[in-house]
């Protein structure tokens, strides 16, 4: 069983900045795929961002341009640096990882105000 635990979530103004660490229990060399969805009431859950195996990366045209995914391979960790938060960017933000199977996160959230 993998243990994905997310982190880093929080409240902070319009156009601030904030990183959202991920980390798993396993080694995340044998994950295919990371990433990072949100979901906040009343909205369709949202693929925010993923980051393979080999370091491509993809990105919602939402956020693209203000958030980058990135890992660290010796800390078995996926990060998602957000700047320039808007109030649209509330949200709980759940991480995943996909091996044999998709393993998830309990969530973190993250509010911006305006």
């Known amino acids: 069983q993998v243990q994905v635990v997310e982190s880093g979530g929080g409240l902070v103004q319009t156009g601030g900045s904030l990183r959202l660490s991920c980390a798993t229990s396993?080694?995340?060399?044998?994950?295919?795929?990371m990433g990072w969805y949100r979901q906040s009431p009343g909205k369709q859950r949202e693929l925010v961002a993923t980051?393979?195996?080999?370091?491509?990366?993809t990105y919602a045209g939402s956020v693209k341009g203000r958030f980058t995914i990135s890992r660290d391979n010796a800390k078995n960790t996926v990060y998602l640096q957000m700047n320039g938060l808007k109030p649209e960017d509330t949200a709980v933000y759940y991480c995943?990882?996909?091996?044999?199977?998709?393993?998830w996160g309990q969530g973190t959230q993250v509010t911006v105000s305006s």
């Open positions: 995943y990882v996909l091996g044999l199977r998709t393993y």
């Open positions: 980051i393979t195996s080999k370091g491509d990366t």
């Open positions: 396993g080694s995340i060399l044998s994950f295919a795929v």
